[in-house]
Each structure stands twice: as structure tokens, then as C-alpha cells.
Nanobody, 120 residues
Framework: QVFVGESGGGSVQAGDSVSLSCTATQYHAMGWFRQTAGDEREFIAGIGWPGTSIYYADSVKGRFTVSRDNAKSTVILQMNNLKPEDTAVYYC?????????????????WGQGTQITVSS
């Protein structure tokens, strides 16, 4: 399965919802990260293979949900109740491992990134 980066994104209002998706390959954990200008790439959510291990950053817990549809080779990041501080470029990444990790070093394939802008 060829890894294909993120789809979705755009400009929304505070409180809105956005869903991002990307290719999820078999046996690999998948991670979602975000980055703003001048900052390091931040882990926000990860899901292992086949989907039983899920981790979230505290900043998005309760608002974001990560899931995977292994039959469709897709991982989805559902983002609800978006806030202006969620504004960033969002990246999907494929891990070398089957369990998710928070560090970027554990991921060897990255999408091109998609901009999410949340206005107040």
C-alpha cells in the first residue's frame, strides 16, 4: 500500500469540526502531528495496529478522535470544538512500529501537511 498524506483541512470558525484522513498501512502505527511557525512538531494523536492502542496529547483530549478503517487502509482524525490555538499545519505520519509513539523519530514517512486555520 502506497502511503498517501493528508486530505482535508481549511479555514473554519471556533467551535467547528474538521476531519482529516490519510493512508494507513497494514501493521504500522499512525500518528498525527501539528506544527506552527517557529515551533517543533507536536504530537497530538496516535493509533497502533490494528487500532487497540490510542494516545492523545492533553491539549486535544476530549475534542479530537483518531480512528482507522483497516479495510479501507485509512486513518481519520476527527477534530471537534476547534479553537484558535488549534491553528497549525497538520501532518499524518507512518511509524516503523506497530504501537504509537509520541516522538517524531519513530515515524519514517510523512504527509505533506495540511493547514487548519481556526478563527475566533
Amino acid at each position: 500500500q502506497v502511503f498517501v498524506g493528508e486530505s482535508g483541512g481549511g479555514s473554519v470558525q471556533a467551535g467547528d469540526s474538521v476531519s482529516l484522513s490519510c493512508t494507513a498501512t497494514q501493521y504500522h502505527a499512525m500518528g498525527w502531528f501539528r506544527q506552527t511557525a517557529g515551533d517543533e512538531r507536536e504530537f497530538i494523536a496516535g493509533i497502533g495496529w490494528p487500532g487497540t492502542s490510542i494516545y492523545y496529547a492533553d491539549s486535544v483530549k476530549g475534542r479530537f478522535t483518531v480512528s482507522r478503517d483497516n479495510a479501507k487502509s485509512t486513518v481519520i482524525l476527527q477534530m471537534n470544538n476547534l479553537k484558535p490555538e488549534d491553528t497549525a499545519v497538520y501532518y499524518c505520519a507512518r511509524s516503523q512500529a506497530s504501537t504509537p509513539h509520541r516522538g517524531t523519530k519513530f515515524y519514517n514517512q510523512w504527509g505533506q501537511g495540511t493547514q487548519i486555520t481556526v478563527s475566533s
